[in-house]
Nanobody, 127 residues
Framework: VQLVESGGGLVQAGGSLRLSCAASGFSLDYYGIGWFRQAPGKEREGVSCIIISDGSTYYADSVKGRFTVSRDNAKNTVYLQMNSLKPEDTAVYYC?????????????????????WGQGTQVTVSS
């Protein structure tokens, strides 16, 4: 069972990146999926999640209108499209999965209850 993120990098303010989170060893159909980030010296915070059952999405206020989460069922992969990036978006980004029906119909995955984490991908936004 594994989550593998990719797509991070260095970008100038105002630029875009697309992060990928590929699941192997299990189907995302039965998991709640969330994106989190952790900046140096700060706690890991929730950024976005997608409700598997109906595709509904949630965004933290700090990224609303700039980030978009989506899913490719055939590839068992979740994406985070990040536009209009700001220096304060600089962090290591993680995807996480939480098993259970309740988490497939709600955005209740958290840093405390996630079952699986990816290795993280660094996003650095220069001013």
């Amino acid at each position: 069972v594994q989550l593998v993120e990719s797509g991070g990098g260095l970008v100038q303010a105002g630029g875009s990146l697309r992060l990928s989170c590929a699941a192997s060893g299990f189907s995302l159909d039965y998991y709640g999926i969330g994106w989190f980030r952790q900046a140096p010296g700060k706690e890991r915070e929730g950024v976005s999640c997608i409700i598997i059952s109906d595709g509904s999405t949630y965004y933290a206020d700090s990224v609303k209108g700039r980030f978009t989460v989506s899913r490719d069922n055939a590839k068992n992969t979740v994406y985070l499209q990040m536009n209009s990036l700001k220096p304060e978006d600089t962090a290591v980004y993680y995807c996480a999965a939480k098993s259970g029906y309740y988490y497939t119909v709600s955005c209740m995955i958290s840093r405390e209850n996630a079952d699986y984490w990816g290795q993280g991908t660094q996003v650095t936004v220069s001013s």
